[in-house]
T-cell receptor, first 113, second 111 residues
């Protein structure tokens, strides 16, 4: 079974601080995604990647950067965290060929105070 | 842009009664459809995938797709309290390699 691991599971940050959320997948999937989930908004796509070295903007990229240094790792970076970025963040990986099912991590709960 | 809407927002059923969830999408060229389940603040797990009109069954979970009506549904047979979760509809478009999610239906199954 595919495995997607996120770290940390919980994070409390201060406004203006830098936050890095990490994601690792062991499936050798080309595609990786970062979503945030908020009540009333469902899952919204922040950034995604087609492979090592590539990052693409999703639907709500403002205030976020992404980094894909390798096939396995995909990070989400908040350079200057704001309270509006308090949310639950999910990483997912998927196969590029057929847009098939996504495998999700367990999520990171981020609180920005 | 693809719009995916789910109904109802929340649904309460008794254990053993059929649960039916609905999902409509705006772009008829959509390719793949999946239903995911999310237990409170945990990751999502896929329940059933459907790629062509008709019905697809995975255990107690059955998806129905009608592209002409821009509608996909999920039916849960003999639901159990452990099925209480948020159910998300996902619509994929190979044309732009994008996946769009609905806002989810909160299902509560009462013993």
């Amino acid at each position: 079974e595919a495995a997607v691991t996120q770290s940390p599971r919980n994070k409390v940050a201060v406004t203006g601080g830098k936050v890095t959320l990490s994601c690792n997948q062991t499936n050798n999937h080309n595609n990786m995604y970062w979503y945030r989930q908020d009540t009333g908004h469902g899952l919204r796509l922040i950034h995604y990647s087609y492979g090592a070295g590539s990052t693409e903007k999703g639907d709500i990229p403002d205030g976020y950067k992404a980094s894909r240094p390798s096939q396995e790792n995909f990070s989400l970076i908040l350079e200057l965290a704001t309270p509006s970025q308090t949310s639950v963040y999910f990483c997912a990986s998927g196969d590029a060929v057929s847009n098939e099912r996504l495998f999700f991590g367990h999520g990171t709960k981020l609180s920005v105070l | 842009q693809q719009k995916v809407q789910q109904s109802p927002e929340s649904l309460t059923v008794s254990e053993g009664a059929m649960a039916s969830l609905n999902c409509t999408f705006s772009d008829g060229t959509s390719n793949n459809f999946r239903w995911y389940r999310q237990h409170s603040a945990k990751g999502l797990e896929v329940l059933v995938s459907i790629f062509s009109d008709g019905e697809k069954e995975e255990g107690r979970f059955t998806a129905h797709l009608n592209r002409a009506n821009l509608h996909v549904s999920l039916h849960i047979r003999e639901p159990q309290p452990s099925d209480s979760a948020v159910y998300l509809c996902a619509v994929s478009m190979i044309s732009n390699n994008r996946i769009f999610f609905g806002d989810g239906t909160q299902l509560v199954v009462k013993p």
